[in-house]
């Protein structure tokens, strides 16, 4: 690393004993596997191994964190080179760079900031600080990097020591790159993740659209209630077969229910009428994540909730760009209430894992940390997207920790478009955690050697555990 952009004891202690046991403990796990067990990479950057085309569309015109505070600061995704919503980018790439330094001063602070800085020294050997007068210098640098064959795709995964990384599909998505990865004789891991919110959510864009096409792929009649939860079984195994041992649930709340087969039936016609209300769509939510659940305990797969975002709030940016654009905002959510009905259900069954997201730091001390606490079936997510920083992480222990421990927590997952940024994230999730580990040390509160243990757990271990990488699966899905 290169100091000048980066210090080496970035994001630990300032007290000197204190930071000393810091850096003991993160030189026992800065060098591990990176485990990602849940982001939104594009397998088909995995698949082709083509060279990146430039420093925009690599960096830039794929990270909503950026572009989000750009836009905040009135500068149009145009400028940045962001393919509008029917994929036509307006800018020159190395204009939409000059933008991008010009600016880049609105990151101090920020997460991004440490992330970008990480990538820039550490990967690309750059020490100049990011400005308008160095803005060609990035560019070329970069540019001329990605022709090479050390930064095509494959060879960046491995040289980032990554063991498995997850990617998100939706259950219409034909996972052809994972078939190709797969097929390719190549060792690195990528797997993919079932992602059902456009069939799941009857308030998404083209949703009945999507009903029909989903039948047509599993071969089965979607504009019946069994017929459609077939479908999602029959996707499901094929998710499984391509490596997949996770569900992901991208819901506005925790709002779960426990209906009666007549009642999904009758639920199950409204929402398939274009003019659904909104109780009815937000109550057909609720209840498929209690189908999802049921059909967790039977597959095997490891179910993640991410609540609490209001998505899209931006309706002119939504209708010109499309979705996960910069534009969705947190919202309070209920865990305790919401989540009852799953749980009075389906709560002590041994065989269902839910991993909880959440937006609504509120809850933390008050709702989550005594749910996972004292429910087998669940586990806490690691600080999610506003969070994911060292005082969200920071935070998040602290209210956390005397209440659900250490061990029902997941480690950490990077949940990230940005490719390069993955070893950055999982840096400063190392680094914030031996933070947070040597000030316990400190006020002897546990012992180095539990520390130790302890930051390896964090940094690798639970990850592997909570998302079952360790398990394997028959050609037809199912765990073996």
């Given at each position: 690393?290169?100091?000048?952009?980066?210090?080496?004891?970035?994001?630990?202690?300032a007290?000197?004993?204190?930071?000393?046991?810091?850096?003991?403990?993160?030189?026992?796990?800065?060098?591990?596997?990176?485990?990602?067990?849940?982001?939104?990479?594009?397998?088909?950057?995995?698949?082709?191994?083509?060279?990146?085309?430039?420093?925009?569309?690599?960096?830039?015109?794929?990270?909503?964190?950026?572009?989000?505070?750009?836009?905040?600061?009135?500068?149009?995704?145009?400028?940045?080179?962001?393919?509008?919503?029917?994929?036509?980018?307006?800018?020159?790439?190395?204009?939409?760079?000059?933008?991008?330094?010009?600016?880049?001063?609105?990151f101090?602070?920020t997460?991004?900031?440490?992330?970008?800085?990480?990538?820039f020294?550490?990967?690309?050997?750059i020490?100049?600080?990011?400005?308008?007068?160095?803005?060609?210098?990035?560019?070329d640098?970069?540019?001329?990097?990605?022709?090479?064959?050390?930064?095509?795709?494959?060879?960046?995964?491995?040289?980032?020591?990554?063991?498995?990384?997850a990617?998100?599909?939706?259950?219409?998505?034909?996972?052809d790159?994972?078939?190709?990865?797969?097929?390719s004789?190549?060792?690195?891991?990528?797997?993919?993740?079932?992602?059902?919110?456009?069939?799941?959510?009857?308030?998404?864009?083209?949703?009945?659209?999507?009903?029909?096409?989903?039948g047509?792929?599993?071969g089965?009649?979607?504009?019946?209630?069994?017929?459609?939860l077939?479908?999602?079984?029959?996707?499901?195994?094929?998710f499984?077969?391509?490596?997949?041992?996770?569900?992901?649930?991208?819901?506005p709340?925790?709002?779960?229910?426990?209906?009666?087969?007549?009642?999904?039936?009758?639920?199950?016609?409204?929402?398939?009428?274009?003019?659904?209300?909104?109780?009815d769509?937000?109550?057909?939510?609720?209840?498929?994540?209690?189908?999802?659940?049921?059909?967790?305990?039977?597959?095997?797969?490891?179910m993640?909730?991410?609540?609490?975002?209001?998505?899209?709030?931006?309706?002119?940016?939504?209708?010109?760009?499309?979705r996960?654009?910069?534009?969705?905002?947190?919202?309070?959510?209920?865990?305790?209430?919401?989540?009852?009905?799953?749980?009075?259900?389906?709560?002590?069954?041994?065989?269902?894992?839910?991993?909880?997201?959440?937006?609504?730091?509120?809850?933390?001390?008050?709702?989550?940390?005594?749910?996972?606490g004292?429910?087998?079936?669940?586990?806490?997510?690691?600080?999610?997207w506003?969070?994911?920083?060292?005082?969200?992480?920071?935070?998040?222990?602290?209210?956390?920790?005397?209440?659900?421990?250490?061990?029902?927590?997941?480690?950490?997952?990077?949940?990230?478009?940005?490719?390069?940024?993955?070893?950055?994230?999982?840096d400063?999730?190392?680094?914030?955690?031996?933070?947070?580990?040597?000030?316990?040390?400190?006020?002897?509160r546990?012992?180095?050697?539990?520390?130790?243990?302890l930051?390896?757990?964090?940094?690798?271990?639970?990850?592997?555990?909570?998302?079952?990488?360790?398990?394997?699966?028959?050609?037809?899905?199912?765990?073996?």
């Amino acid at each position: 690393m290169n100091d000048r952009l980066l210090h080496e004891d970035r994001l630990f202690p300032a007290d000197p004993g204190t930071r000393n046991i810091a850096r003991d403990l993160y030189a026992q796990v800065r060098h591990l596997p990176i485990v990602s067990p849940h982001g939104h990479t594009d397998p088909r950057w995995f698949a082709d191994n083509a060279a990146f085309s430039n420093p925009t569309e690599l960096l830039l015109a794929p990270d909503h964190y950026l572009y989000r505070m750009l836009y905040s600061q009135g500068i149009s995704l145009q400028q940045l080179a962001v393919p509008d919503r029917n994929g036509v980018t307006h800018t020159d790439p190395r204009a939409a760079w000059h933008v991008f330094a010009e600016h880049y001063y609105l990151f101090r602070g920020t997460p991004s900031a440490l992330w970008l800085e990480h990538v820039f020294a550490g990967l690309f050997g750059i020490d100049r600080v990011l400005n308008t007068a160095s803005a060609d210098y990035y560019y070329d640098i970069i540019d001329t990097a990605l022709q090479q064959a050390a930064f095509r795709p494959r060879a960046l995964f491995d040289a980032f020591n990554i063991e498995v990384l997850a990617t998100t599909e939706s259950p219409l998505d034909a996972l052809d790159h994972h078939r190709t990865i797969n097929n390719s004789g190549w060792q690195g891991r990528v797997i993919t993740t079932y992602r059902p919110d456009p069939i799941v959510d009857p308030e998404y864009e083209d949703f009945e659209a999507s009903l029909a096409t989903f039948g047509s792929m599993t071969g089965e009649n979607t504009s019946t209630w069994q017929g459609y939860l077939n479908a999602h079984r029959t996707r499901r195994a094929y998710f499984r077969s391509m490596g997949a041992t996770a569900t992901d649930h991208g819901h506005p709340t925790a709002q779960t229910a426990d209906l009666s087969v007549s009642e999904c039936e009758t639920l199950f016609a409204k929402i398939r009428n274009s003019n659904v209300s909104a109780d009815d769509a937000e109550l057909f939510r609720a209840q498929m994540l209690t189908e999802m659940a049921r059909m967790s305990i039977d597959d095997g797969m490891v179910m993640q909730i991410h609540a609490g975002a209001h998505r899209n709030h931006n309706r002119w940016l939504l209708a010109h760009y499309g979705r996960d654009k910069g534009a969705d905002i947190p919202q309070r959510v209920n865990f305790v209430d919401g989540l009852k009905p799953l749980l009075t259900t389906l709560g002590n069954e041994p065989e269902l894992s839910i991993i909880l997201f959440n937006l609504d730091e509120s809850t933390y001390a008050r709702e989550l940390a005594p749910l996972a606490g004292h429910y087998p079936c669940l586990k806490l997510g690691p600080p999610w997207w506003f969070f994911d920083s060292p005082e969200g992480m920071r935070r998040f222990r602290e209210l956390t920790t005397e209440t659900a421990g250490f061990y029902n927590t997941v480690g950490f997952n990077d949940d990230t478009r940005a490719f390069l940024s993955i070893p950055a994230r999982h840096d400063v999730a190392r680094r914030s955690d031996c933070s947070f580990l040597a000030r316990m040390v400190a006020e002897h509160r546990i012992r180095r050697d539990e520390a130790l243990e302890l930051a390896t757990e964090l940094a690798y271990k639970l990850p592997k555990k909570a998302y079952r990488l360790d398990q394997h699966t028959s050609s037809d899905g199912s765990p073996v």
